[in-house]
């Protein structure tokens, strides 16, 4: 599924070239109303992946992780799949998004220790929440993934800069972008015209060489019939 993963930072709480205030960002994304009337004070709608439940959290969090980071603050990613395709998706896709998006970072985080050159000294936190505005074209269901910009060591409060560098947002979007693809089945649907002949293919052996026969001379059908084994 196609997805913009548009990565973004603050140099400082204030903010920086990227988004002013941090704070204000965290207030907007937890109380921007959508088609479900979102008001101030009715639920929370954070995803808590370990910063933080609500912004005042989230911004306390931030604040005692930012000396591990000497150049960023915090990172603020906005994940936006295809809205045609989610539009097309069997019931509401809302449960399948935010486990999609747990999964990615679990995966991402995984890579990390696997590519970066010095590991993380703890866990990535992050929380997000999910907006679904209705636009012109449909439902634009997207997420607010705010990263902080340092990891810390449970035992020792020993702290590593997170940087996200391109190889660290590509690997983020080529992630992000499969795990949606497997939560709503698009691996499957695609794959399925390939499974089905592979199906008929175990079950009737003799069909390939019959299927071969007058497309290729009869030595190269030997040939390709022994590649596939």
């Not at 993963?5 to 603050?10: G, L, T």
């Not at 400082?12 to 960002?25: E, M, N, W, Y």
């Not at 995803?47 to 000396?67: E, F, K, M, T």
Request: with cysteine; proline share 7%.
């Amino acid at each position: 599924m196609k997805c913009i993963c548009n990565f973004r930072y603050a140099q400082s709480r204030k903010g920086g070239a990227h988004f002013p205030d941090v704070r204000g960002l965290l207030r907007y994304v937890q109380f921007r109303g959508d088609r479900d009337g979102y008001r101030p004070g009715r639920h929370n709608r954070w995803i808590d992946g370990g910063l933080g439940a609500s912004y005042p959290q989230i911004l306390a969090r931030l604040d005692q992780l930012s000396p591990g980071n000497r150049d960023a603050y915090c990172f603020s990613v906005v994940i936006s799949p295809d809205p045609e395709a989610m539009a097309n998706v069997d019931g509401d896709p809302y449960e399948r998004f935010v486990e999609t998006i747990q999964d990615a970072m679990e995966e991402w985080e995984a890579w990390r220790l696997d590519n970066d050159p010095r590991p993380q000294a703890g866990r990535i936190e992050y929380s997000f929440v999910v907006h679904r505005p209705e636009r012109e074209y449909g439902e634009q269901m997207h997420a607010h993934l705010i990263l902080p910009a340092a990891t810390e060591h449970p035992a020792t409060r020993d702290k590593t800069p997170l940087y996200n560098y391109r190889p660290h947002v590509e690997a983020f979007k080529e992630i992000t972008g499969r795990h949606l693809d497997r939560a709503f089945e698009l691996e499957r649907e695609r794959d399925e015209p390939e499974l089905e002949k592979k199906r008929e293919l175990e079950l009737d052996p003799g069909r390939e060489a019959e299927e071969l026969e007058g497309v290729l001379p009869e030595r190269e059908i030997g040939f390709v019939l022994s590649l596939e084994r």
